[in-house]
């Protein structure tokens, strides 16, 4: 055997040896990189506020009751979700005892609202159609309307809990103002100096109120509330359209359907009058589809 020979040998096993090498052991020998962990941020979601809650809290040093459990009401709306709570009404049940033996004593009750409910009352605010529902519950258990004040008051930061505001109300006992007398004949005087007027379409019998007119149904609710014996008087009035028999029928039926109205949002029936004037005594001319527009009304009132 030749030296070439020899050395083109050695040459083929040196090449087939690496070649063999990097073949079957490529990674031997060589560190394996740790996989690099991929961190992630994690956001957290932001907590949902926890619902409100107000308890039933009457207090003056003379008179105290208090219980965690309240009147509640569904979100926009101001009917009473019952049945009550036992330790509201037997709070209630005290507070009328503490009632009748402190005749100077006057009931502040104030019903909470947010802005962005919806108000479907005849109340300016449902926070004062839900203290007027508080005060018709506290006049069924025997206390006098004339010694409770309502009022509403706005409360954003109110949270409900499965649609259900749990107590918003605010109570609390005050003296009978000294003036009081004088305070409700203004009130009196302010409502027969602007009655409330109700206007419907030819024919129909519906209401749609505006701010001002929520107004003077509040004012009406309190004066008769607050006065022994007042009632208010509705009267049906109508254009000259169809017989004077048929116009009597359909202001009556205006004045029995406002009636319906005011009684479904907490003003008692029994102080509530009805009457009809039909055609009889129109404020503008019937010449003009203005002027009929303006005949067709009903007119609340109130009388001591």
Do not use: W
Not at 130 to 158: E, H, Q
């Amino acid at each position: 055997m030749t030296k070439t020979t020899s050395l083109l040998g050695i040459l083929i096993t040196i090449i087939a040896g690496i070649f063999l090498y990097m073949k079957l052991c490529s990674s031997c020998g060589v560190p394996i990189a740790e996989e690099e962990s991929v961190s992630e941020e994690v956001i957290a979601e932001p907590e949902a506020p926890k619902s409100t809650s107000f308890p039933f809290a009457l207090s003056n040093g003379d008179y105290d009751c208090n219980t965690n459990d309240n009147f509640n009401f569904n979100v926009s709306s101001s009917v009473i979700l019952k049945p009550l709570a036992t330790n509201v009404s037997d709070c209630i049940g005290s507070l009328k005892t503490f009632m009748d033996g402190n005749a100077d004593k006057v009931i502040n009750a104030t019903g909470y609202y947010k802005s962005d409910e919806t108000n479907d009352s005849a109340f300016p605010n449902l926070g004062l159609a839900r203290a007027n529902a508080v005060k018709n519950y506290l006049v069924s258990m025997g206390i006098s309307s004339t010694r409770i004040n309502t009022f509403g008051k706005l409360m954003d930061d109110m949270v409900p809990a499965d649609n259900m505001f749990m107590g918003p109300i605010e109570y609390g006992l005050a003296d009978r103002a000294a003036d009081a007398d004088d305070q409700l004949q203004a009130l009196f005087d302010k409502i027969n100096a602007d009655p409330l007027v109700l206007y419907f379409d030819t024919a129909e019998a519906s209401i749609q109120l505006s701010a001002e007119q929520r107004q003077k149904v509040a004012d009406i609710s309190r004066y008769l509330d607050l006065k022994d014996g007042a009632t208010a008087n509705v009267v049906g009035h109508t254009d000259n359209e169809g017989s004077n028999v048929t116009n009597m029928r359909l202001g009556q039926g205006r004045a029995d359907f406002a009636k319906d109205y005011l009684t479904r949002n907490g003003i008692a029936t029994a102080k509530i009058n009805t009457s009809s004037k039909g055609e009889s005594q129109p404020i503008e001319s019937n010449a003009t589809e203005e002027g009929k527009a303006k005949n067709r009304r009903t007119v609340v009132t109130v009388q001591q």
